[in-house]
């Protein structure tokens, strides 16, 4: 299938697979389908940033059922995978302004509570959180890099994805049933982390959490009552990037 209009509200961090590939997840919106999609896996290079409008050339992934989710069409081999996002992507626009708050502008892409989520099996959805969300961390200890690890020397090779962080982000999300502390797992947060970890403990500030925040939310295949944060949107005002190649 080729999509015409799909619009890019977030990717997550990179994981990386046995057999040396690196995948990344991403979600957006679809004014043809007017529904919110799941694209998996791209690569880490060239993955079009937040709020383009591409073409991209799609077909279904046989191992998730989730109506909502999408894989690119290409050649996926581990020699290949790298380049598959230059080959399916066709980026030609951006939505700016408060067009993005017109392109979301529909009921069925949003709920009040992980619950409704949940009871109307939607794997991916848009909220508007009750109180102004924050950011928490929870300390990796498995971590190369974690404070505890480095009084040892073990000579491990440090870990590749969310894994290799000290401190696991996570943001709270107080919606009609209550408080949910979510895995917040936008790449951004990741490349912040990495590229100038004296700001880890920044992200509430390098992500203008405000009482104006989304919430951009996304279930697990394994386990689809389990939520994590794909991306926080700052709907109608400029959205500000935590690294630019990755907004």
Request: neutral net charge; glycine residues 6%; aromatic residues 8%.
């Amino acid at each position: 299938m080729i999509l015409e209009d799909f619009v890019m509200l977030g990717k997550t961090v990179p994981e990386p697979t046995s057999d040396g590939r690196v995948f990344v997840c991403s979600a957006g919106y679809s004014l043809e389908m007017r529904s919110l999609i799941r694209i998996y896996p791209l690569a880490r290079k060239a993955a079009p940033p937040r709020w383009s409008l591409s073409r991209v050339t799609l077909e279904r992934n046989p191992k998730d059922s989730r109506p909502e989710s999408w894989k690119l069409a290409g050649d996926r081999s581990p020699d290949r995978h790298e380049w598959i996002n230059r080959q399916a992507f066709q980026v030609y626009d951006k939505v700016s302004g408060w067009h993005r708050q017109e392109l979301l502008d529909d009921d069925a892409l949003w709920v009040n509570s992980i619950k409704e989520a949940n009871d109307r099996r939607m794997s991916l959805a848009l909220i508007r959180p009750k109180a102004i969300p924050t950011v928490t961390y929870d300390m990796n200890a498995a971590s190369p890099e974690s404070p505890q690890l480095r009084l040892f020397d073990d000579g491990l090779t440090p870990a590749e994805g969310a894994k290799r962080f000290p401190y696991m982000p996570r943001i709270t999300l107080t919606d009609a049933t209550g408080d949910h502390r979510l895995m917040l797992r936008d790449w951004g947060c990741y490349e912040l982390m990495r590229k100038h970890p004296r700001h880890t403990f920044d992200l509430d500030q390098a992500l203008s959490v405000g009482e104006d925040s989304v919430l951009l939310i996304g279930n697990l295949n394994s386990h689809r009552t389990a939520w994590l944060c794909i991306s926080v949107l700052n709907v109608g005002q400029q959205q500000m990037s935590l690294l630019g190649a990755t907004a």
